[in-house]
C-alpha cells in the first residue's frame, strides 16, 4: 500500500535474520524493552518458499553487500569523507538489510488475497527508507519511472547487465539534502506481461543514529547536479533517528500485518 492506495503487485521480502549474540546486545534490549513492538522485524526468522534456490539467494545477497558497500565509500568521498567512514563509525558496517522479490501480474485489474482489487499503479510513489536501493529488475519496458528535477517523469528503461539505484531517505538527511531520495513510481504491467523486479536494500545498522554528517561545504566550480528542492526542513534533518525505529514506523503503515484470511 503506497499513499493509502492498494499497489497492483504482490511480493516475497526477507529481512537481515539477528543471531542470538546480536539479539543479547545491551543497547538492543533497552529498545526492545522500551519499543516491543519492533520484535517483529528484529527477532523473526525468514520463511523459505520451496521453489527458491537458498545457497543461490544467499550469494546474492552477499555480492550486494559489495555492491552496496563500495557504493558507500564512493560516497563519502564525495563528502570529503574518508572513504571507509560509514564503515569505521558503525553506520552501515553491519547493514539492516532488505531484500524483495515483487511480481507485477499482467493484468488491468487484479484481486489480492482479501478479494479487494488494487488501486492504480503497480506501486505508488515514494522514497526508500534507507540508504541505497540497488534495483535487479527484467527487461519489460516502460515500468520504472523516476521523477527528474524539473517534476517530470522519465522511465528508467531496463539495461542489460545494469542495475538502477536509487538514493533513500538516510542518504538525504546524512547530507542535509545535498543528496536526495529517489521518488520513483511503478506502472501498471501491460496486459500481455507481467514483470519482475528484485530489489535489495542496503540499509544502515539497525542501531544507527542518524543525524546531519559534518560534510565540506561545495565551493565552485564544483557542483553537484541540480536536484528539485527537497521537501524536508533543516529541523526534519537535524532530528536524531534510530535506524531500526524509522524502518519500522514506516512498513507498520504500509503493509497489512493480518495473517491469513477469514473464510
Not at 52 to 63: G, K, N, Q, T, W
Not at 126 to 131: A, E, I, M, S, V
Request: net charge negative; charged share 20%.
Amino acid at each position: 500500500m503506497t499513499q493509502g492506495k492498494r499497489d497492483l503487485h504482490e511480493a516475497v521480502d526477507m529481512f537481515t535474520e539477528l543471531s542470538a549474540e546480536k539479539l543479547a546486545d545491551p543497547r538492543l534490549q533497552s529498545l526492545l524493552a522500551r519499543r516491543p513492538e519492533l520484535q517483529q522485524v528484529l527477532a523473526g526468522k525468514n520463511v523459505w518458499p520451496a521453489a527458491f534456490d537458498r545457497a543461490l539467494v544467499e550469494r546474492y545477497i552477499l555480492s550486494m553487500h559489495e555492491l552496496g558497500a563500495a557504493v558507500m565509500r564512493a560516497l563519502a568521498l564525495s563528502l570529503g569523507l574518508p572513504q571507509e567512514h560509514f564503515h569505521e563509525e558503525h553506520l552501515t558496517d553491519d547493514p539492516f538489510w532488505i531484500l524483495r522479490f515483487i511480481h507485477y501480474p499482467a493484468a488491468a485489474h487484479c484481486r489480492d488475497v482479501y478479494g479487494r482489487e488494487a488501486e492504480g499503479l503497480g506501486c505508488g510513489e515514494h522514497t526508500d527508507y534507507g540508504c541505497l536501493t540497488i534495483v535487479c529488475q527484467d527487461d519489460t519496458p516502460d515500468s520504472l519511472q523516476v521523477r527528474g528535477k524539473d517534476g517530470r517523469w522519465l522511465m528508467a528503461q531496463p539495461v542489460p547487465g545494469a542495475f538502477v539505484l536509487n538514493i533513500g531517505d538516510m542518504v538525504e538527511k546524512w547530507t542535509a539534502g545535498r543528496y536526495t531520495s529517489t521518488l520513483h513510481r511503478v506502472l501498471p504491467s501491460p496486459p500481455h506481461r507481467s514483470r519482475i523486479s528484485v530489489p535489495f536494500f542496503y540499509e544502515p545498522n539497525a542501531l544507527a543514529c542518524i543525524r546531519p554528517l559534518q560534510i565540506r561545504p561545495l565551493q565552485w566550480p564544483l557542483q553537484l547536479p541540480a536536484h528539485a528542492p527537497p521537501t524536508a526542513t533543516a529541523s526534519d534533518y537535524a532530528r536524531e533517528v534510530i535506524y531500526i525505529e524509522h524502518l519500522y514506523s514506516k512498513v507498520s503503515s504500509n503493509f497489512d500485518f493480518q495473517v491469513g484470511v477469514e473464510e
